[in-house]
């Protein structure tokens, strides 16, 4: 959730650390601040709101020093306050947290006892005080450090300061990603919460390992593992786009990402498919062994666990086989027993979603194998799993997830298929007649961005309700799930998703003239059952939105408020790939129309590094 970066450098640090921290904004936050070391001594600047409001108050009270760290908070233990804002110091150490300190009372009241009182509402002014408190019994910075991180529990990426150590950062990783960037040439270090920021920087880094901690100084990094045991990590080349963050002309980033879609479906096609058939990567293909198995388990949060959805549909009616799914935040919680002949598929847009990770971890605790679907290479997610699938989306800034999500649908779909040609439930004819479906979709989906001037029109009427609804059938229910998030993301306006035949189980009450209902229906064998729910929308005024191709616009009858004409599929099952693209494009020019950040809507973050 929050950024964190850290520079060792040659130059003067405030520019070059508020610079970074803009590149970390995307992941959402709601204060920012930095501290530097300058003629040995700690020094700091913190601002609540936008990165814009710290640059500020730097015009003002300008920060020298060549070493310094910069955090991005979004505010759990305690109010969105200058006070509260990282970086926390205490005495000669100044520290930035991602994360959740769980033990902090008793820490706290501990501290309390040694004469050390809190200044703040955090968990994470703890840590400063606790190094503080070890630093006056005598220990040196490291080893003051280390024995902090030994002391909390929960999870954490931290990056200390020291009064006087204008030379020495130390870093440290559990549960939350932070990774080690090196300069081509000697003489500069950086420590960021995602490569991202550390983009314009470097393009090697080194991301650290859970339990790892590491003694940073300009000639390089000494890094420990959670057994104290010397580490060798290895630094790895970053490619370019995953430091790119320019909005390329558009006027959000979630604009150029939806835009981006065909590129990315096409992209992934060429990946996984060859000559017309699937080639998925040969470690990960020998990882899923979809023919011994009797049960597979899907697991993943908010749009990716609508993704997993879907492909609950594809699995079970291509490939015949039984597919549980679970929210990852309750995954592991209820201990779910696990048959020996199953297998789980994590889905993680960052390959860091902390409840994601936890359950990945719970299935291989249980001797499993786990496979990931993730958009990010070097990822935890994608380190510690048994095979991983990458969704070719690129950087996703914007926090509402538009290629992304039909990334994961595209490899969930042709996983769906490697299942069933592995079961043998299908023919090599009807593989080849789907996989034909599928290599359609990029050309499909250009024409459906072709639509967005005629969602525009209808935006500003949806803009004004306080409730919408969104009904769908078969694979179209869990997008009417995906629509919903989507509006309540960025535009606040109340929306909810329903399978169409549960209209009459409770949701139609909500309906009257106000209300709006979109309806996402391809004229597929479900339709003639869609239209006759719209049907008793509109018998109680409500309007409807229908979202269908050609031949279902031509039998939906009259009284539909509107109609989007969806080019027509050849193979319907796969609508939802499809069908993403208006729902996203509704909730898009809706939250404009309402005058809503659109790239970082309010309480939201990109990463959900914390339980």
């Known amino acids: 959730m929050c950024g964190i970066v850290g520079v060792l450098g040659n130059h003067e640090v405030a520019p070059i650390l508020v610079e970074a921290l803009k590149r970390l904004e995307y992941r959402g936050y709601d204060s920012a601040g930095i501290a530097t070391i300058h003629d040995g001594h700690l020094g700091r600047r913190r601002a609540v709101g936008k990165l814009v409001n710290l640059s500020d108050k730097l015009v003002h009270e300008p920060l020298a020093g060549k070493a310094g760290i910069g955090h991005t908070r979004w505010a759990t233990h305690g109010a969105a306050t200058e006070r509260n804002a990282h970086p926390h110091q205490s005495g000669p150490v100044a520290v930035v947290h991602n994360g959740i300190i769980e033990n902090f009372r008793q820490l706290r009241d501990e501290l309390r006892g040694d004469g050390l009182a809190p200044e703040t509402q955090t968990d994470t002014e703890v840590v400063s005080l606790l190094c503080q408190n070890y630093m006056r019994q005598g220990l040196g910075p490291v080893e003051a450090a280390t024995a902090t991180i030994g002391r909390l529990r929960g999870a954490f990426a931290l990056a200390f300061l020291f009064d006087g150590e204008p030379d020495l950062m130390v870093a440290a990783r559990k549960g939350s990603p932070l990774a080690i960037g090196h300069a081509e040439d000697e003489g500069e270090m950086y420590v960021g919460s995602d490569a991202i920021a550390l983009g314009p920087l470097t393009d090697r880094i080194t991301y650290l390992e859970e339990g790892d901690i590491a003694v940073i100084t300009r000639a390089g990094a000494t890094i420990h593992d959670v057994h104290g045991r010397l580490a060798n990590r290895p ?105 020996a002949r199953s297998m789980a598929l994590v889905v993680s847009q960052s390959g860091e979603t902390a409840d994601t990770l936890a359950a990945m971890r719970y299935v291989k605790d249980e001797g499993l ?32 997830s538009t290629k ?7 490899v969930l779909a042709l996983l769906a298929l490697r299942a069933a040609e592995a079961r043998g439930t299908l023919s090599p004819e009807e593989i080849s007649r789907h996989l034909a479906a599928l290599e359609a979709m990029p050309g499909l989906a250009h024409q459906a961005l072709q639509l967005s001037e005629r969602i525009t029109e209808m935006s500003h009427p949806l803009s004004e309700a306080r409730d919408v609804l969104f009904l769908g059938r ?131 973050a990109k990463s959900v590094t914390v339980e």
């Open 235 to 339: 630094v790895q080349r970053v490619p370019a786009d995953h430091a790119r963050v320019e909005k390329g002309g558009y006027k959000h980033f979630m604009a150029k990402e939806m835009a981006e879609q065909p590129g990315v479906l096409k992209d992934t096609l060429d990946a996984y498919v060859k000559d017309g058939r699937l080639a998925l990567p040969g470690a990960a293909d020998a990882a899923l062994p979809f023919a011994d198995l009797d049960r597979l388990t899907l697991v993943a949060c908010g749009t990716a666990h609508y993704a997993c959805h879907v492909a609950k549909y594809w699995f079970e009616t291509l490939a015949r086989l039984p597919v549980e799914i679970d929210v990852a935040s309750e995954f592991r919680y209820r201990q779910p027993p696990l048959p």
């Open 474 to 604: 078969g694979a179209m229910y869990p997008l009417a799930l995906e629509g919903a998030l989507k509006l309540k993301e960025i535009s606040y306006i109340h929306a909810e998703g329903y399978a169409s035949g549960e209209l009459k189980h409770g949701p139609i009450a909500l309906i009257d003239r106000t209300v709006p209902v979109i309806v996402l229906a391809p004229r597929d064998a479900l339709f003639e059952k869609t239209v006759s729910n719209m049907q008793e929308v509109m018998a109680r005024e409500g309007r409807v939105v229908l979202v269908t191709d050609a031949e279902g616009a031509a039998e939906a009858g009259d009284g539909v408020w509107h109609i989007v004409r969806m080019p027509t599929l050849a193979d319907p099952l796969f609508a939802p790939l499809l069908y993403a693209i208006p729902a996203q494009l509704i909730a898009y020019h809706t939250a404009v129309a309402k005058g809503t950040d659109v790239d970082q809507p309010r309480n939201l």
């Open 404 to 410: 992304a999500f039909t990334g994961q649908l595209m």
């Open 369 to 400: 194998k786990v496979g990931a679907i993730v958009n990010v290479e070097g990822s935890t997610i994608a380190r510690e799993s048994d095979a991983v699938i990458r969704t070719l989306a690129g950087t996703e800034i914007g926090v509402a």
